[in-house]
Structures are given as structure tokens and as C-alpha cells.
């Protein structure tokens, strides 16, 4: 029985990941393609899509457990397991870092502390792509 209901509750995660390629943001109902070499290929970039967005948010919610970190919720409220969904809107709020051309500083501006903070629990990767914006 434990095991039923651990299979049954594990559908939630597969059925929360279909839902996010159904989000009209996720544009997928305006795309018109004709051959079913072409629909195959969307469908498996979607589901790549979806492979990537959940093992980001493992990972993440792992890493920000295992540092005692936090990031802000919608509520306010700090929380260590943050969807995918809010962090994506938390990167989408204007932030700011330092621009550069040919190895010098065009321009300056910071990353929020949310955001600091998830690229710092994601790791050193992760650390290195933005290194120009903390």
C-alpha cells in the first residue's frame, strides 16, 4: 500500500511538469507545423524542455536546503523550496549587472539578493555565467 500511494503522489510532479507545457506563456498552441518529422521534433524539444526545468528545480531546492538558504516567496515569506516557475519570474523582475565590450566595463548594475542567492545554491557553473552580474 505504502508504495501505491508513493507511485500515486509522484504523478502530482509529472502532472505539475505537463501542466507548465500547456501554459499559454509556453506558446505551444500557436505554433502550426505540417509534417510529423516536424511535430516529433517540437515534442521531443518540449519534453527536454521539461527534463531540464524539473532537474533545475531539484537541484536547486536541494542545494538551498543542504546551505540553509532562502528566498523570498510571493507571500514574503523565505522559503527554501521555491517552484521553478517563481524563480523563473524572480530572474524575469529587472536586475541589473556589468556589461562589458572587448574587456572593458560598459556598463553596471547588481543582481537582487534573490537572485544571488540562486545562483549561488545552483553552484559554481552557474556562479561562473553570471560572475559578471554579482
Same mark, same amino acid.
Given at each position: 500500500?505504502?508504495?501505491?500511494?508513493?507511485?500515486?503522489?509522484?504523478?502530482?510532479?509529472?502532472?505539475?511538469?505537463?501542466?507548465?507545457?500547456?501554459?499559454?506563456?509556453f506558446f505551444d498552441d500557436s505554433i502550426?507545423?505540417? #509534417?510529423?518529422?516536424? +511535430?516529433?521534433?517540437?515534442?521531443?524539444?518540449?519534453?527536454?524542455?521539461? $527534463?531540464?526545468?524539473? !532537474? %533545475?528545480?531539484?537541484?536547486?531546492r536541494k542545494n538551498l536546503k543542504e546551505?540553509?538558504?532562502?528566498?523570498?516567496?510571493? #507571500?514574503?515569506?523565505? +522559503?527554501?523550496?521555491?517552484?521553478?516557475?517563481?524563480?523563473?519570474?524572480? $530572474?524575469?523582475?529587472? !536586475? %541589473?549587472?556589468?556589461?562589458?565590450?572587448?574587456?572593458?566595463?560598459?556598463?553596471?548594475?547588481?543582481?537582487?539578493?534573490?537572485?544571488?542567492?540562486?545562483?549561488?545554491?545552483?553552484?559554481e557553473d552557474w556562479k561562473e555565467i553570471?560572475?559578471?552580474?554579482?
Amino acid at each position: 500500500m505504502e508504495e501505491l500511494l508513493d507511485g500515486y503522489k509522484s504523478q502530482q510532479r509529472v502532472e505539475r511538469g505537463f501542466r507548465f507545457l500547456k501554459d499559454p506563456e509556453f506558446f505551444d498552441d500557436s505554433i502550426f507545423l505540417k #509534417t510529423q518529422e516536424r +511535430i516529433e521534433a517540437l515534442q521531443m524539444v518540449m519534453v527536454t524542455t521539461l $527534463f531540464v526545468y524539473s !532537474a %533545475t528545480e531539484y537541484l536547486l531546492r536541494k542545494n538551498l536546503k543542504e546551505k540553509k538558504m532562502t528566498v523570498s516567496h510571493q #507571500t514574503g515569506k523565505q +522559503i527554501s523550496n521555491p517552484t521553478k516557475r517563481w524563480i523563473l519570474m524572480i $530572474f524575469d523582475m529587472r !536586475a %541589473t549587472g556589468r556589461f562589458f565590450a572587448d574587456g572593458k566595463l560598459i556598463g553596471s548594475c547588481n543582481l537582487t539578493m534573490d537572485q544571488q542567492t540562486v545562483v549561488e545554491a545552483l553552484g559554481e557553473d552557474w556562479k561562473e555565467i553570471y560572475r559578471f552580474f554579482i
